[in-house]
């Protein structure tokens, strides 16, 4: 039996380097599997995982089983660990370009300057494009294999179509939501539906879904809320995402809102991000309709979005990462700082409130996990992605066990979310086919695509350095006044070390 296995892998490299195969075994890694029945994780050690084209068909408790396709390829994973795609359920793709420029930014800044209000004068249709997709790229090579991405670039026809095509030529799984909103030009909400539906009808079966984005549920004319509403209904849309940041920010969009005009409670999928300043009321419309929030951590402690409520409503909350032009684009990063932010919240309540000792830790590795993984999958509807189950999409991440950040683990899951790096992925496959292996990313024409794209980050950078920041005084557009924040001081003597930013 031995000897046979031996004979086999050497014919399966050897095929292999023949031609391309339509399966894949994962072989002799530690795979963190999903159990459907328990809701928890099923860890197999020194197991391997069958892949047919775009699925998990097996997973089997042996290195090396028996009953594989002949021809299946031999990916040997010996001390690697085995773990689902991430699940990025917020994204604005498009700004790539804007790279380290928001550092120390705020929301009200970032309205004005970097946001879709700002946008048009700043690209043109082929600069979205390369932007989107070296975005996306990154993204791929830090281990996220779908993103819901809210479009909100669609100024025109040409830039709503760039952002699309983008995605379409990406390779990752995409959930492209077309914003549908009030610009500065002619391509209004009414023409920008028209342009969907050409695009829907043109678009072929593959990774990237067209979906929508949506953000004046609580301020436009009922007439049109109710138009898209009635479009996405139409089509039944894979997704449809909005943004809510209330308190004296009040950009709505609540799960109130929603409800009232008959999107919330639908077959559709509804991702709300952010959902800063959540009520009670809006947390049960959730939970009796099945919708989900994107908390966008790092995002909202970045720019003062805050998330008072988002710990009492994990059970209907998946991550997602916002504007990755201004921290980090992998979602790894995100589940380790939300985990350990509703740690720190929740221990308060023990410490700080009541002077007692905890008697237990507040949050797992595990739940982090799944908010992750899983649970961005059943935000969009999907119970086949970020699982690694039998007849789940093959979005996978290999992790390289022997790395110094990992070298020494036995809690896969543990090691992950709190050891980590980006640096640690070996392999990443998005339905079925290697997107980046042996760390490396595999597209034709990367460094083409890398030209392209810092040339068009220098043009577009070096316009916004000449442009002042603007000013942040007297009243933000919703009528609330700009307070005083205290800044931190981390040095002795005079001087706080602050300092500018080095754009």
Request: hydrophobic share 40%; charged share 20%.
């Given at each position: 039996m031995q000897l046979s296995k031996i004979v086999w892998r050497v014919l399966t490299v050897f095929y292999y380097a023949k031609v391309a195969t339509s399966s894949k075994l994962l072989s002799g890694g530690t795979i963190v599997a999903f159990n459907n029945d328990t809701g928890l994780f099923n860890i197999i050690r020194n197991g391997s995982l069958l892949i047919n084209e775009d699925r998990i068909t097996t997973i089997f408790d042996a290195a090396l089983p028996d009953d594989i396709p002949p021809d299946a390829e031999l990916v040997d994973c010996t001390n690697k660990i085995i773990t689902p795609g991430f699940?990025?359920?917020?994204?604005?793709?498009?700004?790539?370009?804007?790279?380290?420029?928001?550092?120390n930014t705020t929301l009200s800044e970032y309205a004005a300057r970097y946001s879709a209000l700002a946008g048009l004068a700043l690209f043109t249709p082929d600069d979205l494009y390369i932007s989107q997709l070296t975005g996306i790229y990154e993204a791929l090579a830090?281990?996220?294999?779908?993103?819901?991405?809210?479009?909100?670039?669609?100024?025109?026809?040409?830039?709503?179509?760039?952002g699309w095509q983008a995605s379409v030529d990406s390779g990752a799984r995409i959930f492209f939501a077309y914003a549908f909103q009030n610009t500065s030009t002619d391509f209004q909400v009414?023409?920008?539906?028209?342009?969907?539906?050409?695009?829907?009808?043109?678009?072929?079966?593959?990774?990237?879904k067209l979906c929508i984005a949506y953000d004046d549920f609580t301020d436009n004319p009922e007439s049109i809320t109710q138009s898209v509403v009635d479009l996405a209904k139409e089509y039944n849309v894979a997704a449809l995402t909005t943004h809510q940041v209330e308190g004296p920010w009040m950009f709505g969009n609540t799960p109130e809102d929603l409800n009232r005009v008959g999107i919330l409670n639908s077959s559709i999928p509804v991702v709300i991000s952010h959902s800063?300043?959540?009520?009670?009321?809006?947390?049960?419309?959730?939970?009796?309709?099945?919708?989900?929030?994107?908390?966008?951590a790092e995002s909202e402690m970045h720019y003062g979005h805050v998330h008072p409520t988002s710990h009492l409503i994990l059970d209907q909350a998946s991550l997602g990462i916002d504007t990755h032009f201004t921290f980090s684009t992998d979602i790894l990063t995100q589940a380790r700082i939300?985990?350990?932010?509703?740690?720190?919240?929740?221990?308060?309540?023990?410490?700080?409130?009541?002077?007692?000792?905890?008697?237990?830790?507040?949050?797992?590795?595990?739940?982090?996990?799944?908010?992750?993984?899983?649970?961005?999958?059943?935000?969009?509807?999907?119970?086949?992605?970020?699982?690694?189950?039998?007849?789940?999409?093959?979005?996978?991440?290999?992790?390289?066990?022997?790395?110094?950040?990992?070298?020494?683990?036995?809690d896969p899951i543990?090691?992950?979310?709190?050891?980590?790096?980006?640096?640690?992925?070996?392999?990443?496959?998005?339905n079925g086919e290697f997107v980046k292996r042996d760390k490396k990313l595999i597209i034709e024409g990367?460094?083409?695509?890398?030209?392209?794209?810092?040339?068009?980050?220098?043009?577009?950078q070096a316009t916004l350095k000449a442009t002042p920041l603007p000013v942040q005084a007297g009243t933000f557009l919703t009528g609330y006044p700009y307070g005083a924040v205290m800044q931190a001081d981390v040095q002795r003597g005079e001087g706080t070390g602050y300092g500018p930013s080095y754009v």
């Open positions: 699940v990025d359920t917020h994204r604005h793709g498009w700004q790539t370009v804007f790279k380290t420029l928001g550092s830090a281990g996220v294999t779908t993103i819901l991405d809210h479009a909100h670039h669609t100024w025109t026809r040409d830039h709503a179509a760039a009414p023409q920008q539906m028209a342009h969907w539906r050409e695009l829907a009808a043109s678009t072929s079966t593959g990774l990237s800063a300043f959540l009520t009670a009321r809006g947390a049960q419309l959730l939970r009796s309709t099945n919708q989900h929030i994107s908390i966008t939300w985990l350990q932010r509703v740690r720190e919240r929740l221990y308060s309540y023990t410490v700080v409130d009541r002077w007692e000792i905890p008697d237990s830790n507040p949050m797992s590795v595990n739940q982090a996990f799944l908010l992750a993984t899983r649970q961005g999958g059943l935000a969009l509807g999907r119970d086949d992605i970020g699982v690694i189950t039998p007849d789940a999409k093959a979005d996978i991440v290999v992790w390289d066990g022997r790395s110094p950040a990992l070298l020494g683990w036995t543990a090691a992950v979310i709190l050891h980590a790096s980006v640096g640690d992925i070996e392999h990443v496959l998005v990367y460094e083409g695509v890398q030209d392209r794209f810092l040339e068009t980050a220098g043009r577009i």
